[in-house]
């Protein structure tokens, strides 16, 4: 069960149903974890950021190479919620997550997420230069802070342990995390 509860919209402020209102119309539905944000509107914005950068990231990204991204970031943070989220889209794309063969920029985008999660620290400097050839300095700047955002999310919904959305629990069947160390 949740450490925070959502918010009640019919006891909320005018600023949190609007805040609330606007993100329903915005992205067509309201997550548990963003019903618990909306506790401080401006946490939920700059959580929502995400949108803006993923928007930032078009064309040289391309959704797909997203979704990856952001599941092995998920995963590497054994974050349940945003490995739903993802893998849902993957499977509503026509994709069986665990057989989907990785071009070499997807791989090299999965590998850069994971490394960010296991020790920011020291990203290795073959991805680095790999990201390089694909990606002006720019584009750099918004896949990091895009996962950084990511990553943001999974530790969120960890802490909080936000109740998972009923609507993905089919996409995690069989969902099992990598070991830790």
């Not at 990231?57 to 190479?65: F, G, T, V």
């Amino acid at each position: 069960m949740s450490q925070i509860p959502p918010i009640d919209y019919e006891t909320a402020s005018d600023t949190i149903r609007a805040a609330h209102d606007d993100e329903v119309v915005a992205r067509g539905r309201m997550t548990n974890m963003k019903r618990i944000l909306l506790h401080s509107p401006t946490a939920h914005r700059i959580y929502a950021e995400w949108f803006v950068l993923r928007e930032e990231l078009r064309p040289a990204i391309q959704d797909r190479e997203i979704w990856l991204l952001c599941l092995s970031i998920s995963m590497a943070s054994r974050s349940i919620i945003p490995v739903g989220f993802f893998r849902r889209a993957l499977i509503n794309a026509g994709l069986t997550p665990e057989t989907i063969e990785t071009s070499d920029t997807e791989a090299l985008l999965m590998a850069f997420g994971r490394a960010i999660v296991e020790n920011s620290n020291a990203v290795p400097q073959l991805l680095w230069d790999g990201l390089k050839v694909r990606y002006d300095a720019p584009t750099l700047v918004n896949l990091t802070a895009f996962a950084g955002i990511m990553i943001a999310t999974a530790v969120f919904n960890n802490a909080v342990d936000v109740d998972i959305d009923p609507e993905l629990l089919p996409y995690l069947e069989g969902v099992q995390f990598p070991a830790t160390a």
